[in-house]
């Protein structure tokens, strides 16, 4: 997403079975890349994750992300 992918806000790229368009793709952002699963993070349920990466946007969110839509982390 240009200028990155404000917290909140379901990311372009996911299609709509939740899998990254871009993944094995060079334009893939780094920051996704780089990103390697963890026990802690994944968990052993959709849930767990989804709780896990609404709290690292909660703690990243920003006063420029105010305006956005929150994400409905209920919804499969
Ligand atoms: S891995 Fe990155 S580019 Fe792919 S869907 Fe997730 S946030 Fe978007």
Not at 35 to 54: I, N, V
Request: aromatic share 4%; proline share 7%; net charge positive.
């Amino acid at each position: 997403m240009q200028n990155g992918k404000p917290a909140g806000v379901r990311c372009i790229q996911l299609d709509d079975r939740d899998r990254c368009r871009l993944f094995g793709d060079p334009r893939r952002p780094q920051v996704c890349s780089s990103l390697q699963p963890a026990a802690d993070m994944c968990g052993d349920t959709r849930e767990h994750a989804m709780h896990w990466l609404t709290e690292l946007e909660r703690l990243t969110f920003t006063t420029a992300d105010r305006h956005l839509p929150q994400r409905n982390t209920t919804a499969v």
